[in-house]
């Protein structure tokens, strides 16, 4: 009788846990596409590898398999255990499994959630620990990273006045980095794919796409802004 009871208390678990996950499917943010991979794997190699170590970027590119390459979905379980094989091999065994001890995988994961790169999102389960998978323009240190190194390399020197800053995609991404991917209007947090560009002065006004007129803007503050100028947007806010 105790087994069947035992038996009945596992099952409904398990149910209760299919229950979860689907319903935190429902409410995942799919904020990425197939036309935007090739961008963002430059920047993982870019902006994310040289910050971490060997191990570390092996399991980043693991998860970064099986959550946003496979279906845009930035979440994804991972079990330790299962983290132990099939993703690199160790350098210190020479067994025939060769698995990366338990508490290496750990102690990766730890990693890249100190440098932002790996986000828990909940409690663990049979199926493992949920996190969510950041890329490199949502991570800190990958835009210190990037600054810094965009900021050694020599620019032609060009007055800022004949410089198209909305049009062009590298300039529209210096006054993203400018900003520091948050929106100027209400510092929500936003990434490459989710950032606008909104004119402080609007071009029916007069505004020109230099650098000093264009901030980053989320899509709802740019949209209710509209044509309005800036201080008038904000008396309405």
Not at 10 to 27: K, M
Not at 113 to 121: D, H, I, M, P, Y
Not at 187 to 202: G, I, M, N, S, W
Request: charged fraction near 30%.
């Amino acid at each position: 009788m105790l087994k069947d009871q035992l038996r009945q208390i596992r099952e409904l678990l398990e149910q209760i846990e299919a229950v979860s996950d689907s319903v935190a499917d429902e409410d995942i943010d799919r904020d990425f596409s197939a036309l935007e991979l090739p961008t963002i794997i430059q920047e993982i190699v870019d902006d994310l590898q040289p910050l971490i170590t060997p191990y570390d970027a092996a399991f980043y590119w693991y998860a970064f398999r099986h959550s946003i390459a496979r279906d845009g979905n930035p979440h994804v379980r991972l079990s330790t255990r299962k983290l132990q094989s099939g993703i690199v091999k160790s350098s210190y065994s020479w067994a025939a499994e060769n698995k990366i001890a338990q508490s290496k995988v750990a102690e990766c994961l730890r990693a890249l959630v100190t440098v932002g790169a790996l986000r828990k999102e909940g409690e663990p389960n049979r199926q493992g620990t949920p996190y969510r998978v950041l890329i490199p323009d949502e991570i800190e240190a990958c835009r210190k990273f990037r600054a810094e190194r965009t900021s050694a390399e020599p620019e032609p020197v060009i007055a800022d006045a004949d410089i198209d800053y909305y049009n062009v995609h590298e300039n529209r991404v210096k006054v993203f980095e400018r900003d520091e991917y948050k929106c100027r209007y209400c510092e929500k947090q936003l990434t490459r794919f989710t950032a606008t560009l909104d004119h402080v002065r609007p071009v029916s006004d007069g505004g020109d796409n230099s650098l000093d007129n264009l901030v980053t803007a989320c899509l709802d503050c740019n949209s209710r802004k509209h044509h309005r100028l800036l201080s008038d947007f904000l008396v309405e806010s």
